[in-house]
């Protein structure tokens, strides 16, 4: 079957690699990484529009990608949450 409109893998032009929650915790605050593309849930995200703005929603855990505490630095930890 063909995945739902809105459900995608996000996969890094340089690497090839898709964009996963780690071992597909379902704990806010895991770490999301690179990882081989292997068509799993936890590599599957929608993008949820609130007005101007997106949410990026992984399909496994229900939870929205997030940069750590908020962060506006370079090299801020993206994780879920």
Request: hydrophobic share 35%.
């Amino acid at each position: 079957c063909p995945r739902p409109p809105g459900i995608v893998a996000i996969v890094n032009r340089h690497s090839r690699k898709c964009l996963e929650v780690v071992d597909g915790s379902q704990v806010a605050g895991a770490n999301v990484q690179q990882s081989a593309c292997i068509d799993h849930p936890r590599q599957r995200w929608s993008f949820i529009a609130i007005g101007d703005d997106h949410l990026i929603v992984n399909q496994a855990s229900g939870q929205c990608l997030e940069i750590a505490g908020g962060s506006v630095l370079d090299k801020g930890n993206a994780r879920q949450g």
